[in-house]
């Protein structure tokens, strides 16, 4: 598979997990994590279907992205559609979660303090930009809520951030985790 068949099978992908899995596992077969993460960027009309298998290249093959993080973490520092974006911010927090996690993990070493301020910036952008995307506001939330260790001034502002979507009815999914998160910043 080269650059134009990875092209030629985001373009009718939809989100059925199935086929992202199957495109995840040839995009690892064929060595193309970094043409699929070039498609992630939004210039291109399948970024949002990249960024859905590339959610999947994580998940199931996490060690083979490890080599490509910082062009993975740069996508944070783009302007992509929500529905990519709820991938990239689930990758977000599964990163967050090993690296600030007691137990130690590759991303020790590999995430630089820049890193984490691109993560830091991106979620926090879509935090403010995510009114009813539930996913995208929960992950987002959690990854910001594990970077306050590294930036003070995250858990002073996270609950302001928080607060302003607490009463839209389309975040009803977002209410609860929202509030555990408050309970633990007080």
């Not at 596992?25 to 070039?38: A, R, S």
């Not at 977000?92 to 993560?119: G, N, V, W």
């Amino acid at each position: 598979m080269d650059r134009r068949e990875l092209y030629n099978r985001l373009e009718p992908l939809k989100a059925y997990k199935a086929d992202r899995v199957d495109l995840c596992n040839l995009v690892v077969e064929y060595h193309q994590i970094p043409e699929l993460i070039e498609f992630c960027h939004p210039k291109h009309d399948v970024s949002h279907q990249a960024c859905w298998v590339l959610e999947q290249v994580f998940l199931l093959h996490e060690e083979k992205c490890l080599p490509h993080l910082g062009s993975l973490i740069n996508l944070f520092a783009l302007p992509i559609n929500h529905s990519g974006m709820r991938s990239l911010l689930k990758i977000s927090l599964l990163i967050c979660q090993q690296f600030y996690h007691k137990k130690s993990s590759p991303y020790d070493e590999l995430l630089t303090i820049d890193m984490r301020a691109t993560l830091l910036d991106g979620c926090f952008g879509e935090l403010i930009a995510a009114t009813g995307k539930s996913a995208n506001l929960i992950f987002a939330t959690k990854s910001l809520y594990l970077l306050g260790q590294d930036f003070s001034w995250v858990h002073e502002q996270l609950p302001d951030a928080i607060e302003k979507h607490l009463d839209n009815p389309d975040n009803k999914g977002y209410r609860s985790g929202a509030i555990a998160i408050i309970k633990k910043l007080e």
